[in-house]
T-cell receptor, first 115, second 115 residues
Framework: AQKVTQAQTEISVVEKEDVTLDCVYETRDTTYYLFWYKQPPSGELVFLIRRNSFDEQNEISGRYSWNFQKSTSSFNFTITASQVVDSAVYFCALSVDQAGTALIFGKGTTLSVSS | DTGVSQDPRHKITKRGQNVTFRCDPISEHNRLYWYRQTLGQGPEFLTYFQNEAQLEKSRLLSDRFSAERPKGSFSTLEIQRTEQGDSAMYLC?????????????FGPGTRLTVL
């Protein structure tokens, strides 16, 4: 069975602080896909990134960076110099089907950034 | 606006009533997904269509739930004899469904409240 664990329920930081959101996944499949989505207060899930299991390269996009480590089954997400607009619920998700069917989501981490 | 749209955005109904939600995917996307999200949880997969064919259904989709996607365009999700436990946000997503893994893009959701 597949599972995604986001152990941090809520995180509060002050603007300009760096923050890391943890994600640990479980799967026996050798090919899988990992995702991060952002859900702002408006409610619409916004796709941030997808990583394939065979590509462990870390990725940076502006203030966002992702650290994928197969050895620890983790796919952590770091926001550098956080801003108030980063306040949202962040979900990590897993899919084991290349056809792109069910996403298995974690319970999410609520990030609150205060000014 | 070329994103996924859902209608209505909010629905309040009394227990025992039937409700129907509509999802319009991104126009060139041939895959369509339904998820349910309850408070404090990540979205949970319900069902998935490839064009007009319903290819996968979660065990969460009880007999009271039915989804259709006539002509492979918009989709409807009907809940019969609603129960208070059906109160949730119902999310629709779509993806291209060709070539390499395709990300799912989510709509704003329909929030259902069953009194």
């Amino acid at each position: 069975a597949q599972k995604v664990t986001q152990a941090q329920t809520e995180i509060s930081v002050v603007e300009k602080e760096d923050v890391t959101l943890d994600c640990v996944y479980e799967t026996r499949d050798t090919t899988y896909y990992l995702f991060w989505y952002k859900q702002p207060p408006s409610g619409e899930l916004v796709f941030l990134i997808r990583r394939n299991s065979f590509d462990e390269q870390n990725e940076i996009s502006g203030r966002y960076s992702w650290n994928f480590q197969k050895s620890t089954s983790s796919f952590n997400f770091t926001i550098t110099a956080s801003q108030v607009v980063d306040s949202a619920v962040y979900f990590c998700a897993l899919s084991v089907d290349q056809a792109g069917t069910a996403l298995i989501f974690g319970k999410g981490t609520t990030l609150s950034v205060s000014s | 606006d070329t994103g996924v749209s859902q209608d209505p955005r909010h629905k309040i109904t009394k227990r025992g009533q039937n409700v129907t939600f509509r999802c319009d995917p991104i126009s060139e996307h041939n895959r369509l997904y339904w998820y349910r999200q309850t408070l404090g949880q990540g979205p949970e997969f319900l069902t998935y269509f490839q064009n007009e064919a319903q290819l996968e259904k979660s065990r969460l989709l009880s007999d009271r739930f039915s989804a259709e996607r006539p002509k492979g365009s918009f989709s409807t999700l009907e809940i019969q004899r609603t129960e208070q436990g059906d109160s949730a946000m119902y999310l629709c997503a779509s993806s291209l469904g060709s070539g390499d893994y395709n990300e799912q893009f989510f709509g704003p959701g329909t929030r259902l409240t069953v009194l």
